[in-house]
């Protein structure tokens, strides 16, 4: 079975700084995607960057990038320039890049980013 | 474009109580999830629709557990009777299909806390 494991619970950064949050996976497949989503006080899950297993190069978002490594199962989200707005909750979720019955989202439990001002 | 719309946001109930969340999905968003949220936990999927037919329900607990997706639009989960473990917050996502490039978007979710 996936899972998905965050093993920071909780982490802190400066404002302006940068900041790295963990995520390893266990999977048998070889397609598939991850997502790293942020999760605010208001609840309502964001969609904050995705990576295509098949792809080498490392998605980009703006002050969001990742560390994809296949062979260790490792996706890590650095965020640069942390700004008071990326306080949230982030989650890591790994999904088979088929679909049907096994098209689902599988999460990690989360790290909790606090930014100081 | 409105977002996917949940309701209530905040549920309080009684043990043994019957409990219902709505969710109305992006428009036109084919694909529709309801998943479990416990305090401190990422996401679970219970069920997910397309359209109107459910055709992964594998996590949800049938026993008192029941969603309804009647026209393939917007959808209700419904708990009866509540029990204390079931304090969560519920959520509810679309997507326009559950292909390969498809985004789900979530809703605000329904906090619920059985007393």
């Known amino acids: 079975a996936q899972t998905v494991t965050q093993s920071q619970p909780e982490m802190s950064v400066q404002e302006a700084e940068t900041v790295t949050l963990s995520c390893t996976y266990d999977t048998s497949e070889s397609d598939y995607y991850l997502f790293w989503y942020k999760q605010p006080p208001s609840r309502q899950m964001i969609l904050v960057i995705r990576?295509?297993?098949?792809?080498?190069q490392n998605a980009t978002e703006n002050r969001f990038s990742v560390n994809f490594q296949k062979a260790a199962k490792s996706f890590s989200l650095k965020i640069s320039d942390s700004q008071l707005g990326d306080a949230a909750m982030y989650f890591c979720?790994?999904?088979?890049?088929?679909?049907?019955?096994?098209?689902?989202?599988?999460f990690g439990t989360g790290t909790l980013l606090a930014v100081q001002p | 474009e409105a977002g996917v719309v949940q309701s209530p946001r905040y549920k309080i109930i009684e043990k043994k109580q019957p409990v219902a969340f709505w969710c109305n999905p992006i428009?036109?968003?084919?694909?529709l999830y309801w998943y479990l949220q416990n305090l401190g936990q990422g996401p679970e999927l219970l069920i997910r629709y397309e359209n109107e037919e459910a055709v992964d329900d594998s996590q949800l607990p049938k026993d008192r557990f029941s969603a309804e997706r009647l026209k393939g639009v917007d959808s209700t989960l419904k708990i009866q009777p509540a029990e204390l473990g079931d304090s969560a917050v519920y959520l509810c996502?679309?997507?326009?299909?559950?292909?390969?490039?498809?985004?789900?978007?979530f809703g605000p979710g329904t906090r619920l806390t059985v007393l």
């Open positions: 990576q295509e297993a098949y792809k080498q």
């Open positions: 428009s036109g968003h084919n694909t």
């Open positions: 979720a790994y999904r088979i890049s088929y679909g049907g019955a096994t098209n689902k989202l599988i």
């Open positions: 996502a679309s997507s326009l299909g559950s292909g390969n490039h498809n985004e789900q978007f």
